[in-house]
Each structure stands twice: as C-alpha cells, then as structure tokens.
C-alpha cells in the first residue's frame, strides 16, 4: 500500500462527479432524483465492459457490503485489490473459522450481510464450523469461495478440493458461477437469498475466471415483500387468544430480527400477558418491562418456566421451538402438556416441526404481531377477567425467582482454592456491572451457559450472541468482534472458559491489528467443564482429557499481544475489573479479564443424552457405574 492512498483511492469511481451544476430551482423530490439520476454508475442500468473481479466487487458495493472478513489469499486477490475503491473494509483475521464468525455477529447486530473470504482448500475448508454456526442462528452470511482454476481442477493440485459439498447441508443457496459471465447474476442472487431466507449462501467460482473479462450490468437488490400470513390462520390465532384465560407470550430469536420488540410489547400490554423468551435470545424483549418472565432453556429463569407451565394458551412468536431450548430444568418439566400452541414463523418448514401446534402462522413475525393485536383491540377476550390475579401471580414468580437465584449465588461450596471466585458469583458481579447498551455473546460450556440465569438486557436490538444449537467452541471472541464493526459505539463483551479460549485467543491481535476494541472475559478453572460434569455424574469421576493444565496468565499473554489484561482471584475485583474494561474499550483498547474461578459446575446440558457405562468385557469391568456422584461436584473441587 506504499504510496497508494486509500482516501484518494476512494475518490477515483466509476461514478461520474457532481461538479458545479447551473442554479436552477427545483423541488426537493426532483433534487433527490436528479442526484439519484447522477450518482448511480451506467453499469447498473445498461452493460459495461470489465473484469469478472469488478463485476463481482460491483456487486457487493450494489448491496451495501461494507466489510468482508478473511485472510489474503492469491485465489481472490485480483478482486481484493479493489475492495478499497468499492468501499469495502478486508478485515484480516487469524483464522477463517473466525472470519465466518465475525460475518455471523455483524450481520447480527448490522441486520446486513456478513461476508467472509479465503483461499481456496484449506482456507475455504477452515470456514465450515462457522458457516454451520451461522445457518443454525439464521444469519445472512455470504462465504466468497474461490477455487482451483479450471485448467487444473480434478488433477490433484494444490490447495485444491471439492468445495461445493462441503457446505451443501448448511446453506440456504450456493451458487457456482459455472461461467464467468454469470459472476454478476449468481452473486447477486446469493446475496438476495441469504437475506430473504435468513441463512447463509455460498458463491463459489473458479479462481482464473476473476481475470475474464466481458460486458457486464450489476443487478438490483429485490427481497421479496413479506406479509404478516394468511387471514385464516391470523384469525384463528385471534379467536384462540379470545378465549385463552392464561396466555403466555414466547419471543424467540425472529422478534429481535424483525425488529419487533414493540409489537410484542404491545400485545404483551393489551393481554397483559407474560413474555417469556427463548434459550439464547435473552435480548428478544427488554428485561426492564413489567410484563418480562425471562428466559426458558438451559439455567433459565423459573419465573418463565413456571408462567409457560400455567399457560393455557401460548403464542410463540418469531421462534422455530427448538427442542433443547425446552428440556426439563432444576428436575422439572415445564412445556405445558395441554395449552394451545400458536407459532409465528417465517418458514413453513419450521412450522409445527418440533412441537404440535394448534396453529401456524407463516409470516413475518412484527407485522403478524401487529395484525394480531389489532384483531384484538376491540377487546372481548377471557384473559381479562383474571388481569389483577394474573399479575399478581408474575410478580409473586419473579419474587420467588430472584430469592432462589440469589440463594444459588451465595451458597457456600467448599472449595480447596479459597484464592478463586464462584463462577455463579463472578456471573453476578458480571451482571451488575454491565453496561446498558452492551452486547454479549457467549461461548459454549459450563460457565458460560450458566450465565443464561444472569444475562438481562434492556437495550431494544439485537445485543446476545451465542453459536446456538449448533453449539461450537471458540465462537464469543470473533463473534463479538464482528459486532463491534458493526456497532462501534455499543460496549462489546465476550464470555468464555479456559478450553475454548485456546480457540480464540489468536484473535486477540487482530483486535489489535485491526483496531476493533472489545472485552473479553475468560473463566479459568482447570477445565473442560461442560465434559468433565459428564464424567463427574456418569463415569466415576475418572477425569480423560477434560483436565486443563494452565501454568500461564491469559491477562499476561493478553498484554504480551499489546492488549490490557486483569486478573481476578477475588468477587470484589470483577465488577471493577468490567469497569474498568468498558472504559478501555471507549478509549480503543482490547482488554482480557481472566477471573480464576473454583471448579464447581454446573448442571449438565443433557441427562437425557447420557447414560451410566454398563460394560460386557472383563477388563472393562472396573467402569461400571451403578449409581451418579452423590456430591455432583467435581473430587478436585
């Protein structure tokens, strides 16, 4: 980039300049098109000459990509030499994995495209696991994949391998630009899809037809009108709610998607109905309102559980009912056995796929919730008669709740490390030193997803990101990375245990690199804790491969990357600790809080996934199991 300023790079486009018009008067509308008329380049509205490279980067810039993650690679450079012109940010990270998880958390927070590119074999290969993370929270990522060239395709050379298959279950679309002159066409119709299904798309093409060159005319953006769903299924919806004397409202991820947290709070306010959220959508209706009951699934909060139990109607908005967001908690089984079920969702596949439900609604969900509410506003339903014991019975679950919550938090566990904090106790500091406006993501494990009882966010928008059901280590860092591009203002944060730290902390420098400031929080405890409850409960406490020798600091391996580092080996120091980071982050750095935690766990994920080992051979007697740990804890507690 020596000598080559990418500030006069930008000025030099294809788009022909404003200069110094003659003072004629005209109306604002005729202003704004005659700057339209302008500003737009010929390529979008007739056939240009140029390079596939710059059709394919015309493309993105026609669909507002602003930034694209990745490593530079040779497969894709000819078109990344333009990207500054286009006005496109390359954001050069430290692994691919990574690059698919920061386009997964900025197109999370952004509501636009995440886009991320490599090399292609194994730098394309490197991006499954984020891609699947991606399709399972629904994300609109685009995965840029160039290929070996086509003269040496299918002789085994170098960095070369089948690509197509590698992503086929975990796309939307993936288009193959099978000529070169279709780079335009297939490019845009990924990009549309993604955005349409909510879900990632593949584009993938030969590398050598980067260099073609032909007449090309850049598309147009065209997501299709969604509508709120068919009027009798918006009908029977309105009847079932009129005669529902306990409804419960469950927002799921699509709420926050669709922006419609004020719909549903609108409907919420008119039945006054509780609103429960689902696992790992915490943020899908704002936790400072009267009506929220808080979140279901894995260390969620009793007061939804136990609203959702009682419920003779429930009306699942924006949410596919995922079975693990629903298992059985603190020994009880809460999904209500008779209710009624109505789900909003936009994909008819979805719809009463998981759960039975009384009726389907395939729409978008903020404008079926309104067409809902506004079915109703006349009133007439039986859920009013019982409004003031309704409420009273909330308040009383939430009382209930946050005394059991608290008591969780504060319990004595004796420990052999009285230099080390409880996690539950780190998690509440955590929680209350936590900024109004931050977005979280989390990590998979035990801590991490324990912190479902404590993360609370009363910031309307998309603010939690998790790696969802597919359920991957190593997500939170580049996640919350890829939300900070996106939201440079919002104070961003990462949870994640010691094991899957090791993934990410690679990342750190691109923090530094790149300049993108964030907060990551890493609890060290020795362990693979979600594993090693396993082995705790089922396997006679015999420890394979799910202990963690740490004879290092990640806060000194933190400022040994020019970041800051915190240590924590006290409760008192981790609300501080916070703090203090947020305020780093406002003045640009990157801080890692290591918070040495005890080794007590969790409940495990799955007892339905597990069993006790009942072994046939002799020599593997010894591991028989007739019973679980008493304790629950670990022996090296």
Sequence with gaps: MAGRSIIGRALNTSRPSLGAAP????????????????????????????????????????????????????????????????????????????AAHMADGYSRISG?????????????????TGIAAAYWAHSPVIALTPEASTMTKGHGGFQEVDQLPLFEPITKYQGHVNNPARMAEITNRAFDIAMAERGPTQINFPRD?????????????????????????????????????NPVILAGGGVTMAGAEAQVAQLASLLSAPVAVTYLHNDAFPADHPLYA?????????????????????????????PFGTLPQYGEEYWPKNAKIIQVEVDPRRIGL?????????????????????????????????????LETL???????????????????????????????????LELAMERDSIVSTDIGNICSVANSYLKFSHVGPSMLAAMTFGNCGYSLPAVMGAKTAA???????????????????????????????????????????????????????????????????????????????????????????????????????????????KELGDPFRRDAMKLPFRHLEKFHSTIQTSESESGQPTDL
């Design 23 to 98: 003072a004629v008067a005209v109306s604002p509308a005729t202003q704004e098109q005659t700057f339209e008329q302008r500003s737009e380049p010929r390529h979008y509205s007739e056939p240009v000459r140029m390079t596939a490279s710059e059709a394919l980067v015309e493309t993105m810039a026609r669909q507002g990509v602003e930034k694209c993650y990745g490593i530079v690679g040779s497969a894709f450079m000819d078109a990344l030499d333009i990207f500054p012109e286009a006005g496109i940010r390359f954001v050069a990270v430290q692994h691919e994995q990574n």
């Design 112 to 128: 636009k495209h995440g886009v991320c590119t490599a090399q292609n074999g194994p730098g394309i290969s490197n991006f499954v």
């Design 209 to 245: 037809y980067l260099y073609y060159e032909g007449d090309y005319q850049i598309p147009k953006p065209t997501i299709p009108e969604k509508g709120a769903g068919g009027p009798k299924s918006i009908l029977a919806a309105v009847e079932l709610i009129r005669s529902a004397k």
């Design 294 to 322: 808080g979140s279901l699934g894995y260390q969620g909060s009793q007061t939804a559980m136990h609203s959702i139990r009682e419920a003779d109607v429930v009306i699942a908005l924006g949410t596919r009912l995922s």
């Design 354 to 390: 998981t759960k039975n439900v009384d009726v389907g609604i395939c729409g978008d969900v903020k404008l079926a919730t309104e067409e809902l509410t506004t079915q109703l506003k006349d009133g007439g339903f039986a859920c009013m008669e019982t409004v003031g014991e309704r």
């Design 395 to 429: 308040s009383k679950r939430r009382i209930t709740w946050t005394s059991n919550l608290d008591a969780m938090t504060n319990a004595h566990v004796s420990s052999s490390t009285p230099d080390r904090v409880r996690p539950r106790q780190a998690l509440r500091e």
């Design 488 to 598: 440079p203002h919002r104070n961003c944060v990462s949870y994640s245990g010691d094991g899957a730290w090791g993934m990410q902390l690679n990342e750190i420098m691109t923090c530094i690199r790149e300049e993108i400031p964030v907060t990551a929080v890493v609890f060290n405890n020795g362990q693979w804790g979600a594993e090693k409850k396993n082995q705790v409960l089922w396997f006679g406490d015999r420890y394979i491969g799910s202990q963690l020798k740490n004879p290092w600091s990640y806060a000194e391996i933190a400022r040994s990357m020019a970041a800051e580092g915190i240590t924590c080996t006290h409760v008192d120091q981790v609300g501080d600790a916070l703090r203090t980071a947020s305020q780093n982050q406002r003045d640009g750095k990157t801080t890692v809080i290591e918070i040495m935690v005890t």
